[in-house]
């Protein structure tokens, strides 16, 4: 049995490419995308990927560059989740919530070659160049620290906004739809290269490794029991952990991903029922902007809509209170270094006999591993002794260690 070489017969490397050139097989003409005005089915997308990757090629970007983006969810940053790894290159998704001096910071750490930016945060990535271009000047290398600079204008109504002679649709036309993607020999090459939030000091890099984030993504829809050809609303940034990487996970049930710029009432609601909305993700905050909605902005939700919810402890009477408008909350407990979500509120059918308050109490705990999760523990933060385990999900408000097949590579 010792003599059962690994070959290219049995074995090949992971990566969420794979579901994109699957989707595009299999559900080909299915809507990818849906955006304003805009839609692209899987074939469009995975030809528009080539042809953006091909592009990057054309821009000097080779293995293990990277390219950082700062967009809303737009089209494009999507599109970049498997055009940027098919040019052996990493992504690096920008949070728009941070301020020119981080922006700067993470441009600056992660060496970016490439920096994409949205019409929308042109004049506040103008100032973060800004400050990378004194930075660099006090370094003595200004051509080592500034990256490429292409704006992302709006795929709808163009708004001609410029800071540099690039544009990304441009770009995309003037690919070879042919494009070969790189091949991935190493599932630990690097795919992403995400940043913590950097509310206590500077951001940190956490590096996502191709394996890392085939079996996150795989675990996650898996978890979720999310069904083919699901509809999912993109009110999760996708700066977040690659979108709990379901920019991936879309592509691999042959979803249809409708994109939206900003959570507002109007446009969840809009988009919920206009689209047959069936998944969405997003942090507590965002159900109080649907619970709060004036009457002109709500539609009637006649469909349960399913929602992972994390980032922040659902008290049990928002969950009550979310469930009651027609969607169905799972809780997780994730971090940067995990990949997104890494425990879950894992649901059992016994509760469902349960009273709705008590079925809300305990959705609004978490504790059990998601399936690659290989161990997950809680420890005391003084003595660092692991702490009795509560019934059901949950567990103490402790310090939690985790080994996990998603953990960043570094």
């Not at 992504?91 to 992660?110: F, V, Y």
């Not at 691999?252 to 919920?272: F, H, K």
Request: proline share 7%; hydrophobic share 40%.
């Amino acid at each position: 049995m010792d003599k059962l070489p690994k070959c290219g017969a049995n074995y090949v490397p992971l990566t969420p490419i794979t579901f994109l050139k699957r989707a595009a097989m299999v559900y080909s003409n299915r809507p990818s995308i849906i955006y304003r005005g805009v839609r692209f089915t899987w074939r469009q997308t995975y030809e528009r990927c080539c042809r953006f990757a091909s592009a990057l090629r054309s821009l000097n970007v080779v293995r293990n560059d990277v390219v950082s983006v700062l967009a809303p969810n737009v089209p494009a940053i999507y599109e970049m989740h498997f055009a940027v790894p098919m040019a052996g290159a990493v992504l690096n998704t920008i949070n728009t919530r941070l301020d020119a001096q981080n922006i700067a910071t993470i441009l600056k750490h992660s060496e970016a070659k490439v920096f994409f930016i949205d019409y929308q945060y042109v004049p506040l990535a103008r100032d973060a160049l800004r400050v990378l271009m004194a930075n660099s000047q006090n370094s003595g290398r200004p051509e080592k620290l500034m990256p490429l600079v292409v704006v992302i204008d709006d795929v709808d109504q163009p708004t001609g906004t410029r800071l540099g002679a690039l544009e990304y649709e441009q770009l995309v036309s003037q690919g070879n739809p042919g494009y070969v993607p790189a091949e991935i020999t190493n599932e630990w090459d690097p795919i992403s290269l995400n940043y913590t939030s950097g509310t206590t000091s500077e951001p940190k890099g956490v590096v996502y490794s191709h394996r890392g984030a085939y079996l996150s993504t795989l675990s996650l829809i898996l978890g979720w029991e999310m069904k083919s050809e699901p509809v999912y609303l993109w009110s999760l940034p996708m700066f977040h952990c690659n979108g709990w990487t379901f920019t991936w996970g879309v592509a691999a049930r042959g979803g249809t991903n409708v994109c939206i710029r900003s959570t507002t009432a109007v446009e969840m609601y809009d988009s919920i029922v206009s689209h047959n909305v069936t998944h969405m993700c997003c942090a507590p905050i965002v159900f109080n902007v649907l619970l709060e909605a004036k009457p002109h902005e709500r539609r009637q939700i006649t469909t349960p809509v399913e929602i992972l919810t994390g980032g922040a402890p659902p008290p049990a009477a928002l969950l009550q209170k979310i469930e009651n408008l027609g969607f169905h909350v799972v809780h997780a407990y994730g971090l940067t270094e995990a990949t997104g979500p890494a425990l879950v509120c894992e649901w059992q059918k016994r509760w469902n006999k349960l009273p709705a308050e008590d079925q809300a109490r305990l959705k609004a705990r978490q504790g059990i591993s998601i399936l690659t999760l290989a161990d997950a523990d809680v420890k005391d933060p003084e003595t660092m002794e692991s702490v009795p385990r509560r019934e059901n999900n949950g567990g103490n408000r402790a310090e939690r260690k985790q080994h996990n097949e998603g953990i960043l590579e570094g």
